[in-house]
Structure formats: C-alpha cells, structure tokens
C-alpha cells in the first residue's frame, strides 16, 4: 500500500508505503519544512516540529517581531537563498528587474493516484495506477510571480520516493531560473558519511566513501554528459553501514547532461543534501505563462545497508526505468568487431567473424564503426552515415542477410551526435557544429558536437538514420558517444538564452531517442559513451543495457561492474569477454575468469573468433551454454555484493533466483598467496527451510548456508582465478 496523508490541523504531509515514511509540514508563516525520511511510521504525533528558540545572528522573517524562528536554521523542503537561509539553495532566479530573490510560501497541494509523466524529460513509469500516488504541492512568491509545483511519488511496494520540481511564471515579464534542483533534503546533526561513484574513461564508478565535515560539497560533472568522472547518485551512509546493515539514504538523477549533487553540513551540523542540473553554465529564461520542468530524482531509503538499496534500486530500474520488448526478454548474446578488426575490415573478414561466431553459439553480431562514409580511421566521415560500398561490397543488407542466414541477429554501431571536420556533412553543414563565435572549434577524438539543440539537426540525424535502419534488417542498435561538449553556444538562440544550450542539447538527445525507440521498438538499443560515460537512468529510460566500459580486462571489470551495481542493475550492463593480452590494460588472464566477469553481465565478445584455438573455441562453447542455462537467473536475479574488489584480494558475488530455487555464487582471486585465508563464505536470500545442492556434491540447509557458510575450499591456485558455484534447490523441504 502506499497513502498520502494530510492533516489539516497540524498542516503535516506524511507519505508512507509498508517500509518508508516522508513528512513534511506547513510551518508558520506558510513555509514548507522537512521533518522525517526514513523507516515508516505507523503513527506520528507530529512530535518532531523543529523547536524555536533563538539562534545568534539567525536571522527574523520580516513579519514577525520575535527572534525563536529562523530560514537560517529550519529544515526546509525547497530552499532559496537570499533572505535568510545561507545554506546551499535548491532555487535560485533573476527577475526582470535585478531581484534575485524569491520567497517561496505554500500555497495548496494535490492528491492524484499514479504518477504524471515530466514535461519533455524522461521520468520512470507505472503500468498500473494502483502502483503509486503523488502528492504536489504548490508553492509561491507572488511578487517574483513564480510558482514551485514539487511533486513526490510514493511508490506502493518499494522503498521508493520520486521527486521532480516544475516551475511557473505566471507574472508578464521574464524571469532568469540560475538554479533549479530536481530534489533537495535537510536533515537533523547527523554523523553520516557519503558514498559516491567516480572514475575515469576505463575506470568508471568506482566507489568512494568518506566522512562528511562542515562546509558543502559537490559532485558534478560539467561536461555535457553525465560522464565518467562523476555518476549522477549519492548516498549517506551511517559510519556503522556496511552492505548488509545500517541505514542508507540513496539519490540518483534521471538525467543524461550536467549534473550535481550537493552535501552540506551547516554551522550546527544539520545537512542539506540535493540533485540536479548542474548550476554551471545553466540558466533558463522562464517566460511568462511558461514552466520549466526539472528532471526526476529517485529517493531510496534502505536500513539494512547498501545491498538493500541496491535491491530496490535495481528493482525499479527493471520496473520503472527500462521499458519497450526487451525489458523482460533476454538479452541476445553477442560479438562485436571493434577490438577484433577497429577499423580495418572488409566483407571478408566480417563474414569469417561471423561464420566463427555462429558456430560458437554466439547470436548477435554487431558491426562498430567504420561502416560509413569515408570512415577508415577516427579523423573522419562522422554524421555521413551511408555505408561505403566500397569498403562493405556486399553492403549492410548482404551482411545483414549473411548474419541471418548463419541463424545470427544483426547490429549496427552509430554515433549520432558527433560530426568530423572531413565531413561530406561539414562541408555542407559547417554552422550544425557546437561552436562559439571567435574562438575555435576544440577537438576531441578528432571530431566535434552538432548542435542538437537546433531542430534542422535533429532532423538530419533523424532522416538519414532512417534511411539505414528502413533499409537494412537490424535488431540492434549501438548509440555511441565519443566527446565531451565545448564550446557550448549555439548560433540560432538568442545571446539571452544561451544559458539554455547544455539543457536544450539534452532535450534534443532525448527527442531523437524517444523517435528512434518509438519507431523501431523491435530494435535492442545499447547505450555507450566511449564505454560507460553515460551510464544513467535517462539513457536507461530509452535503452535498457549500456556499454559498461570501454576496459574489457577482467581484473579491471571487478570493480567497475561492482561500482556499478551500486545503483544500476545487472540487466543494464553489457560486459564481454575480449582477447589478451588486453587491449586497454596489456594484462593476461585466463579465459575462465574473463567469461565469469562476463557472465555477470549481459554478455558478449569482443574478439576475433577466427584467431581462437580449437581449446579456447570449446571452452567458449562451454562459456556460452553455462550462460544461457543461467541467463534469466543474471538477468533477473537479485544480485547480492559479498565481498568489494575495492578492499579485498578476493571478490564474491551472488545471484539468487526470485524463487529462491538457484543461486550462482562467483568467487574471485586477484593475487595467488602462499599462506591463504581460509575463508567461509555465508549466502544470503535462500530459502532458510530447504536444502541446496552446491556443485552437484554437498547438501547444505538454507539456514546453514546463510548462517555457517561454507568453506571456499580448495584454494585457487594462481593470480587471476575464478571459480562459479552452482547452488540448487533439492526438491525435499526440511
Ligand atoms: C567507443 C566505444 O565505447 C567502443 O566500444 C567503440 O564502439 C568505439 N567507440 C568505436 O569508435
């Protein structure tokens, strides 16, 4: 059940479901306060008002003459700067006349059942009504003209609140929005500390954790994209949190562009934490009878650690976020050309990847970049996306057709955005590149951004995309994106609006998703960003698997598909077994472990079959049916982190089966030690009154195994080893 209530009498809001609760209160003078986030509350008393007394140098509203009552101090729900709270502001605006003030007081609210779909934006969905209710309330500043619609979906059976903010200028003049953060949440001194997950190119989300001191902190990425360096999500943690105990506060962002999340710890140690848009480079002009519509926050309450959020975490994104065909089916598997061939391939050498594929088992075959235009290196043909003919003889259909006829799916890389300065398409297009007047076009991997704020290019893309995909028979779809934006300016706004052009490109990337996944909703869309540096829920909403990483070495993989898990579940990340020594890390590991890191994703090769032993070709074979004897297990699991690569010579995980009937339980070894730990693993999530068969040897209770464990015996013997138990459910409960 999930319910929305509000009492007139003391003006308190409480959202609760049967694990969480939010309350949230009209204090004095109409401002909108925070009061409690956390585990549900059966019965409040309203017993947590934020106490009055007298701060020194707080500050006093202008209405009232007694000093025990202060913006400065407060727990607010969606504060602004400027008259009288001093902490990090989640709205900020410019009026017409040089204002910067907006003082917001509540106005009325709104009980709908479900939950409405944003403005523009991708947002996560229901199937049902009956899955949700949202409450909205409305809150105002009638001299600014400016109303604030915060809206929070409580979900009925997830430890879920969705929150997003719309605003509205309902005066005659303009207003400047500088700031307009999709959810912000103070709360009481707490000693939390704050998980993030940041990275690099080849090294994306990799988990952090630290102390929370006073002053603010931000996590951002300012590069257009929602980047390798910084994933739109948070956590506070208590010290005491681990992955299966404490409490946990989760914030992730459905958004693809700049993005921040903030943390600060005021004067008396209350904090403040919030998500949104990035402020750098943002502004947005709000013209009158206009709203602007900020993107979704996810809110996750979990207090039995990070595991459980992880839970519900993955629960929604498998629920709410990802949608269309492949939501529910499993993932075909696949090989990629990329690291096999790069750019130097031709008919022949495709059709022999593909003969040796098919007769591994494989399903999909997918052609990445150098398919088009001049395309034969990375300086050039990018936005001339018809095939080269001369290059491809037979032609995307006759390898299309060539892929079917060995009982294979066919795929297609593209990238979209992107436009090479050897271009038929810049020769013709030149103004389409994201560029700003009097300076020069920076280069990164040798190309540039289109404008996608502009709809001429949005309409290019869209036409000369369709000829391809009208044309040929294609199943899947590689959406790449090889750059961050610079330059950002964009020659048809207004010099005014060119605050706008980081968001309108995000909304444009958006449209073209929306059509392409509208139109072709048999096509499996993966997203990819030089590997993971756009691994966010507004990609997920459109594309339910993302190219992890660009870093296919195994070692390397433990920890960014662990990282990743924090939030995102397995379904959503592609994860292949490649050659070595490996082409980012130069490192040489066995092929067992390569297909277990595989196997924990959605997997795929990215090698050149023809160039395998007769040895590694059967291993291979082995490789791909263990995968699909286990797939709707991985796909669909739950996904246990036993043990962190981040602090562990060893890495364990789990996955448990919904009907708790089969587990598979991967255990990895970095380096071989002379003198090893005799380690006792424990498994959660099995049914504590059956028995379990590990390995076809021993019989073990439910019970047992999540309260003895057993022994990870014998030891693997050397650096780089993998070792998958299979656990399965004896048919006789104890
Ligand atoms: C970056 C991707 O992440 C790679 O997998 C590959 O598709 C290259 N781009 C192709 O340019």
Not at 242 to 257: C, F, I, K, P, R
Not at 342 to 351: A, H, L, S, T
Not at 352 to 357: A, L, N, R, Y
Not at 528 to 556: E, H, K
Request: net charge negative; charged share 25%; aromatic share 12%.
């Amino acid at each position: 059940m999930s319910e929305i209530i509000f009492d007139e009498k003391s003006k308190v809001f409480h959202l609760r479901n049967n694990e969480i609760s939010y309350i949230l209160c009209v204090e004095e003078l109409n401002i909108l306060a925070h009061v409690y986030f956390g585990e549900r509350i059966s019965n409040y008393s309203g017993g947590l008002k934020y106490p009055r007394f007298e701060r020194s140098f707080s500050t006093n509203f202008s209405e009232i003459s007694h000093r025990n009552y202060s913006r400065d101090t407060l727990l607010h729900e969606y504060p602004t700067i400027g008259n009288g709270d001093f902490r990090i502001p989640a709205i900020e605006v410019e009026q017409e006349n040089g204002v910067a003030l907006l003082d917001l007081r509540y106005e009325r609210y709104e009980i709908l059942d479900g939950k409405p779909a944003l403005n523009g934006l991708p947002s996560s969905y229901l199937t049902n009504d009956d899955q949700a209710k949202t409450l909205v309330i409305y809150l105002k500043d009638d001299c600014a003209k400016v109303e604030v619609g915060l809206n929070y979906t409580i979900f009925r059976d997830l430890a879920v609140i969705c929150r997003s903010v719309i605003v509205k200028n309902y005066g005659q003049s303009n207003i400047r929005l500088n700031r307009a953060m999709s959810a912000c949440l103070d709360m009481p001194h707490t000693e939390f500390e704050v998980v993030d997950l940041n990275g690099s190119w080849g090294a994306e989300r990799q988990i952090s954790r630290h102390s929370i001191s006073p002053g603010i902190k931000i996590f951002s990425s300012t590069r257009g994209t929602s980047s390798h360096q910084q994933n739109p999500f948070i956590a506070l943690v208590e010290k005491s949190t681990t992955e299966n105990q404490g409490q946990v506060y989760g914030m992730a962002l459905v958004y693809s562009g700049n993005h921040e999340e903030f943390i600060e710890q005021d004067q008396y140690g209350q904090l403040r934490l919030g998500c949104g848009i990035a402020s750098y480079g943002f502004s947005w002009i709000l013209e009158p009878d206009n709203v602007f519509q900020t993107p979704e926050s996810v809110m996750v309450y979990s207090r039995k650690g990070l595991n459980e959020m992880s839970h519900t975490f993955h629960d929604f994104v498998n629920q709410h976020i990802v949608r269309g065909k492949y939501q529910s089916k499993l993932r075909p598997i696949l090989i990629n050309n990329w690291e096999a061939t790069y750019f130097d391939f031709d008919d022949e050498k495709i059709k022999e990847i593909i003969d040796s594929s098919a007769e591994l088992g494989i399903e999909l075959f997918v052609l990445d970049d150098g398919w088009f235009g001049q395309r034969s290196n990375d300086r050039q043909a990018l936005g001339d996306w018809f095939e080269n003919k001369k290059k491809l003889k037979m032609g995307l259909n006759g390898i299309s057709q060539y892929a079917k006829s060995k009982n294979m799916m066919f795929g297609l890389w593209f990238e979209p955005e992107m436009i090479s300065e050897n271009s038929d398409l810049y020769r013709n297009h030149p103004e389409w590149v994201l560029s700003a007047p009097g300076y020069g076009k920076t280069f990164s991997r040798n190309q540039w951004v289109l404008d996608l704020s502009r709809q001429d290019v949005r309409e290019y893309i869209k036409q000369i995309m369709d000829q391809t995909l009208e044309n040929v028979s294609i199943d899947y779809i590689k959406w790449d994106m090889n750059r961050y934006l610079t330059e950002v300016y964009s020659d048809l706004l207004p010099t005014y609006k060119q605050g706008e052009v980081y968001h309108r490109y995000v909304l444009g990337l958006y449209e073209l998703m929306e059509y392409f996944t509208k139109k072709y909703p048999e096509i499996l869309f993966e997203g990819c960003s030089g590997g993971g540096g756009r691994f966010d829920l507004g990609v997920l909403c459109y594309m339910p698997q993302i190219w992890t990483s660009d870093n296919t070495d195994a070692i390397a993989r433990l920890k960014i598909q662990y990282g990743t898990s924090l939030v995102y579940p397995i379904s959503t990340m592609g994860a292949h077994v490649s050659a070595v020594p490996n082409h980012q890390t130069h490192r040489i590991t066995n092929l067992a472990i390569r297909g277990a890191v595989a196997s924990s994703g959605m997997l795929g090769y990215e090698l050149n079959p023809t160039e395998l032993s007769n040895e590694e070709k059967e291993e291979i074979r082995t490789q791909i049916a263990f995968y699909k004897k286990y797939q709707q297990l991985i796909q669909e699991g739950i996904f246990y982190r036993l043990r962190s690569p981040f602090e562990n010579n060893e890495t364990i995980w789990l996955f448990v089966s919904r009907d708790q009937r089969k587990a598979l339980l991967f255990y990895f070894q970095k380096m071989a030690q002379a003198a090893p730990k005799l380690d006792v693993v424990k498994i959660p999530g099995l049914n504590p009154n059956a028995k379990y068969l590990i390995d076809d040897k021993v019989i073990y209770g439910g019970d047992e195994l999540a309260r003895c464990g057993f022994y990870l015996f014998p030891f693997l013997n050397g650096d780089y080893m993998a070792k998958v138990f299979e656990i399965q459910q004896l048919d006789t409960i104890l």
